[in-house]
């Protein structure tokens, strides 16, 4: 076997690993259960996946559970109890404990101290830039099925555009490309919980072929149902604030709840060939 295939064998057990650690985060998990679904050793799993984490196995997952946690505190109106279930904590001081550790204060709180929900004196109808449309489509989605390169770090930074290019390239090795090609990206977390560094994207193509994982490239289904669909116009640095919008303005007026999916961005025009002014992207955000 040549480095090139070893190397796409490593992707592709790894982010078998970290998608079993998304979708089970209300379950136990312990090094030697995800080592058997990775094909690697439990001697050299944590190893290998520290180094493509830059965190250890047990951090992420800690870590993961507690911002998911966060998340759901901002934008849901589920009780903390229900919350620490939903990301694995049976025992309310552990939950406690490991969330007072990661964001300074005890989960009661963070709504009020979060400065991002308090400070924002943009977020009215009257204020809001014209780019912004608070009036969604309500939109029932089919599943999709897509290939995706994930990347970590900012969303602003070199890495999100490399994971556009090797799925590109790959969707277009194989032939995958049609006249009307969906564009999709995924931002897993949000930038006022999680730092910079450890944000989770994912560039998606659509697919209509059975497509098999191969090295970076993944394949998953984006689960349809019901979706706000909103229309952002402008630069895709602007993202947030769109998001703040939706989530501290419209939703709470809005009647409906968040549904445990991810949102996600279709991207209607090319960034290449299109002035950041002018870019229109379609934010999908799941709801019941």
Same mark, same amino acid.
């Given at each position: 076997?040549?480095?090139?295939?070893?190397?796409?064998?490593?992707? !592709?057990? #790894?982010?078998?690993?970290?998608?079993? #650690?998304?979708?089970?985060?209300?379950?136990?998990?312990?090094?030697?259960?995800?080592?058997?679904?990775?094909?690697?050793?439990?001697?050299? /799993?944590?190893?290998?996946?520290?180094?493509?984490?830059? !965190?250890?196995?047990?951090?992420?997952?800690?870590?993961?559970?507690?911002?998911?946690?966060?998340?759901?505190?901002?934008?849901?109106?589920?009780?903390?109890?229900?919350?620490?279930?939903?990301?694995?904590?049976?025992?309310?001081? &552990?939950?406690?404990?490991?969330?007072?550790?990661? @964001?300074?204060?005890?989960?009661?709180?963070?709504?009020?101290?979060?400065?991002?929900?308090?400070?924002? +004196?943009?977020?009215?109808?009257?204020?809001?830039?014209?780019?912004?449309?608070?009036?969604?489509?309500?939109?029932?989605?089919?599943?999709?099925?897509?290939? /995706?390169?994930?990347?970590?770090? &900012?969303?602003?930074? !070199? %890495?999100?555009?490399?994971?556009?290019?090797?799925?590109?390239?790959?969707?277009?090795?194989?032939?995958? @490309?049609?006249?009307?090609?969906? @564009?999709?990206?995924? &931002?897993?977390?949000?930038?006022?919980?999680?730092?910079?560094?450890?944000?989770?994207?994912?560039?998606?193509?659509?697919?209509?072929?059975?497509?098999? *994982?191969?090295?970076? #490239?993944?394949?998953?289904?984006?689960? %349809?149902?019901?979706?706000?669909? /909103?229309?952002?116009?402008?630069?895709?640095?602007?993202?947030?604030?769109?998001?703040?919008?939706?989530?501290?303005?419209?939703?709470?007026?809005? %009647?409906?709840?968040? +549904? !445990?999916? *991810?949102?996600?961005?279709?991207?209607?025009?090319?960034?290449?060939?299109?002035?950041?002014?002018?870019?229109?992207?379609?934010?999908?955000?799941?709801?019941?």
């Amino acid at each position: 076997m040549n480095k090139e295939e070893t190397t796409k064998i490593y992707y !592709e057990r #790894i982010n078998k690993v970290i998608a079993y #650690i998304s979708s089970h985060l209300d379950e136990e998990m312990d090094l030697n259960q995800l080592a058997e679904i990775s094909c690697f050793s439990p001697f050299h /799993f944590h190893r290998i996946i520290r180094a493509h984490l830059n !965190e250890s196995l047990g951090s992420y997952i800690v870590r993961t559970r507690i911002e998911t946690a966060a998340s759901l505190i901002l934008y849901s109106n589920l009780q903390i109890n229900e919350i620490a279930l939903r990301v694995g904590y049976e025992i309310p001081s &552990s939950f406690n404990k490991a969330f007072q550790k990661r @964001f300074a204060c005890p989960p009661t709180e963070f709504k009020e101290r979060h400065t991002n929900f308090n400070q924002i +004196n943009y977020l009215t109808m009257t204020t809001l830039s014209e780019n912004i449309k608070l009036k969604p489509s309500i939109k029932m989605v089919k599943t999709k099925k897509v290939i /995706f390169v994930q990347s970590i770090g &900012s969303y602003s930074d !070199e %890495g999100t555009g490399k994971a556009w290019d090797k799925v590109c390239e790959f969707a277009q090795a194989k032939k995958l @490309f049609g006249w009307k090609t969906e @564009f999709i990206g995924i &931002s897993h977390d949000d930038p006022s919980i999680t730092d910079s560094e450890k944000l989770r994207y994912e560039a998606c193509i659509v697919i209509s072929k059975d497509i098999k *994982p191969e090295g970076e #490239i993944g394949v998953k289904e984006i689960v %349809g149902g019901k979706y706000a669909v /909103f229309m952002h116009k402008g630069p895709y640095e602007n993202f947030q604030q769109t998001y703040d919008a939706i989530y501290k303005k419209w939703l709470p007026e809005s %009647g409906y709840e968040l +549904n !445990e999916q *991810p949102c996600f961005e279709l991207y209607l025009n090319e960034p290449k060939k299109t002035k950041p002014e002018n870019l229109k992207t379609e934010i999908y955000i799941p709801i019941v």
